[in-house]
């Protein structure tokens, strides 16, 4: 038997198996369809040949997968999206200080009611929050009543958050 780490016994290796492999004729001895003589030396050197070309290949796919995951996983600079240069704040100062009609067809009450509305939600306790007006909170609420826009629509308009209109 022989004594290398593929265990191949010579002795029942076929004829084709070296022709496949590659191996010169002249170095083998066929008598009776079976090899009588093998350069013991080859088996290894086979081995190695394939076992290097195998690890080249898995290292080849493996570089490239990992790469594949580090572009994937890759968080690009966020563009912002509420880029207007009139915020809700501005909308809602620019609605107050404007034309009395533009108040009605957008938020569906007049300047004096929208007033009263403040006054009123002020004294039940609600205030500014840390990022958004009274004034803005409650345009938010009468724009999406008379609307009837949908959340995104309504934080295009307000240059909010979709969670900002939905509070």
Same mark, same amino acid.
């Given at each position: 038997?022989?004594?290398?780490?593929?265990?191949?016994?010579?002795?029942?290796?076929?004829?084709?198996?070296?022709?496949?492999?590659?191996?010169?004729?002249?170095?083998?001895?066929?008598?009776?369809?079976?090899?009588?003589?093998?350069?013991?030396?080859?088996?290894?050197?086979?081995?190695?040949?394939? =076992? @290097?070309?195998?690890?080249?290949? +898995?290292?080849?796919?493996?570089?490239?997968?990992?790469?594949? /995951?580090? !572009?994937?996983? #890759?968080?690009?600079?966020?563009?912002?999206?509420?880029?207007?240069?009139?915020?809700?704040?501005?909308?809602?100062?620019?609605?107050?200080?404007?034309?009395?009609?533009?108040?009605?067809?957008?938020?569906?009450?007049?300047?004096?009611? =929208? @007033?009263?509305?403040?006054?009123? +939600?002020?004294?039940?306790?609600?205030?500014?929050?840390?990022? /958004?007006? !009274?004034?803005? #909170?409650?345009?938010?609420?009468?724009?999406?009543?008379?609307?009837?826009?949908?959340?995104?629509?309504?934080?295009?308009?307000?240059?909010?958050?979709?969670?900002?209109?939905?509070?």
């Amino acid at each position: 038997m022989a004594e290398h780490p593929l265990d191949i016994d010579e002795e029942f290796v076929e004829w084709d198996t070296i022709v496949d492999c590659g191996q010169d004729v002249d170095e083998v001895e066929v008598i009776d369809g079976e090899i009588e003589e093998i350069d013991d030396t080859y088996p290894m050197t086979q081995f190695r040949s394939q =076992f @290097k070309l195998q690890f080249e290949a +898995l290292y080849a796919i493996s570089v490239t997968i990992i790469e594949a /995951i580090a !572009l994937a996983t #890759q968080r690009a600079e966020p563009i912002p999206y509420h880029t207007s240069i009139l915020s809700g704040e501005g909308w809602m100062l620019e609605l107050l200080n404007g034309h009395p009609k533009r108040i009605p067809t957008e938020l569906g009450v007049h300047k004096h009611v =929208f @007033k009263i509305l403040v006054d009123e +939600l002020q004294r039940h306790g609600f205030n500014h929050s840390k990022h /958004i007006t !009274l004034e803005e #909170q409650l345009g938010i609420f009468l724009y999406t009543a008379v609307t009837g826009l949908t959340i995104r629509h309504v934080g295009e308009r307000f240059q909010r958050l979709n969670g900002t209109i939905s509070k």
